[in-house]
């Protein structure tokens, strides 16, 4: 026999790729049984009685520690849901939601967002992780990049909504997150932010093609004036979010 054989029919490399085949096998069914720990089971559209979850079920509870103190446990076994504020189109499945409020604050269609946790992002240091130029140091625009503060920011109708006052930098990734913009309407609070995806920076002016000039003033507001949570993250993101199909009555509408 040759080097390595144990039978005539079976060697040490044959039975290496059978052990291999099985392991990687059995990872693949792990990995996606751990990728069911959030989001499952499924909501269902028949009945609020079925769980749909699939296959391999949803894995056993299991508790993990959190950096900044305390425990979580996953699968949760059920999330605080949105009250959904709106109508099914149709009587079928999976009809889309036709919004029965204001659409831009409903958290429904493109202005979905998570319950994330009502708290600051922090560095590896536990310093807040995105905060406005004005409270930290080492940063700053580019030499060669236009500097955005001071500049008027107009909304999808060509009308002013504010004014850039700060930005606000991502200190564990070196970025720009936001822009802080002064809008008119101080009811509310006299500051918004603005996500850099959703702003185009030129050498006069910010556009932002998501909502109207005059709703900037109606993005969710923040309880610190530095900070920001995970949640108000959320909010704000999905506020401009809506606006990419609620702004105007004609985004919503069919192109044809």
């Known amino acids: ?15 290496a790729l059978y052990v291999f085949w099985a392991f990687f096998a059995g990872l693949i069914y792990y990995l996606h049984k751990e990728n069911k720990r ?12 079925i769980r749909v979850q699939g296959w391999p079920s949803i ?6 520690a959190l950096r900044e103190g305390g425990t979580a446990v996953a ?8 009250e959904i504020a709106g109508r099914p189109l149709g009587a079928w499945p999976g009809a889309p ?12 269609g493109p202005g979905s967002y998570a319950l994330r946790a009502d708290v600051v992002d922090t560095t590896f240091e536990g310093d807040a992780r995105i905060v406005p130029l004005r409270v930290t140091k080492g940063f700053g625009v580019a030499d060669g990049d236009p ?13 002013v909504g504010g004014t850039v006052r700060d930005l606000w930098v991502d200190r564990a990734e070196m970025l720009f997150r936001y822009l802080e913009i002064d809008v ?17 920076v030129g050498e ?36 401009y979010g809506a606006g990419t199909l609620y702004a105007t009555a004609a985004r919503s509408e069919p192109l044809l």
């Open 204 to 239: 006069r002016n910010v556009k932002v093609q998501s909502v109207l000039g005059e709703q900037i003033a109606g993005v969710p507001r923040l309880k610190h004036p530095d900070q920001v949570t995970l949640l108000e993250e959320e909010k704000i993101m999905a506020y």
């Open 59 to 64: 894995p056993e509870a299991k508790t993990f």
């Open 75 to 82: 699968p949760k076994g059920s999330d605080p849901q949105h």
């Open 1 to 15: 026999m040759e080097t390595g054989a144990i039978t005539g029919y079976i060697d040490v490399a044959q039975i």
């Open 184 to 200: 008119p309407n101080a009811a509310k609070g006299p500051q918004v932010l603005l996500p850099i995806n959703f702003a185009v």
């Open 97 to 108: 939601l036709v919004p029965t409020g204001d659409p831009m604050a409903l958290g429904i």
């Open 147 to 159: 500097d955005p503060r001071g500049m008027p920011v107009i909304g999808a109708d060509g009308e």
């Open 38 to 49: 959030e989001g499952y089971p499924l909501e269902s559209d028949r009945s609020q009685h």
